[in-house]
Every structure is written in C-alpha cells, then in structure tokens.
C-alpha cells in the first residue's frame, strides 16, 4: 500500500525557518520525481518546488526560490522542504507529490499545516 506522511509543520514567526519531510513507502520511491505544492486559503494549489530521481536537478517557483530548498533521500525514502525566511504568504497547506510515467505511478500525501504568523 502506497503512503506518503508529511511531517515538520506547524506555526513558525516571520522571518523563521522550518523543514517538512515526506516519509514514502509501498513504491519504487528513487524510480520518482517529487515535489511540494501548496494550497493557501481561497487560493488555487501551486508548485512549490520539485526534484528529478537522483536529486541533482531542482526547480522553484519565483516566489520560494533562494529561501526554500527541496531535498531528497533515497536511502530514507524520504523527501524534504527546507524553508527559510518565512512570509505571511507561505501559509498555506503543503502537499507531497510522487510521480513517474515510467512506473505509471502518481501519488499524493494527505497535507500538512504550516502557519507563518507573529
């Protein structure tokens, strides 16, 4: 049975640094790209940021990159999200992604809070 479990969420201050992890297992976790995407309140899911299999490529949206950092762990089957100087607007719920055409495969973990407020 596939899980992704997101982890490391929670209140943070502006300004403040927190690092989310996605816990995998019950698939083929270093034959996927990953990913982070976050839906804040009345607002549409966006991508936050992604990483090919082997780790050495990443991508970020305008508005996290050079303060969030996408990190992976084959050997852990885990993911993370590193995110530094937080703003008011990455409050939001943050989601973990696992995806690959090659294993037919595309998997969603359940969400996980993470509120940046003074």
């Known amino acids: 049975q596939v899980h992704l479990v997101e982890s490391g969420g929670g209140l943070v201050q502006p300004g403040g640094s927190l690092r989310l992890s996605c816990a995998a297992s019950?698939?083929?976790?270093?034959?996927?790209?990953l990913g982070w995407e976050r839906q804040a309140p009345g607002k549409e899911r966006e991508l936050v940021a992604g990483i090919t299999t082997s780790g050495d490529s990443t991508s970020y949206s305008p508005c996290v990159k050079g303060r969030f950092t996408i990190s992976r762990d084959n050997d852990k089957r885990t993911m993370y999200l590193q995110m530094n100087r937080r703003k008011h607007e990455d409050t939001a719920v943050y989601f973990c992604n696992a995806i690959s055409a090659y294993e037919n495969g595309d998997y969603w973990g359940q969400g996980i809070q993470v509120t940046v407020s003074s």
């Open positions: 019950g698939f083929n976790f270093s034959r996927y790209a």
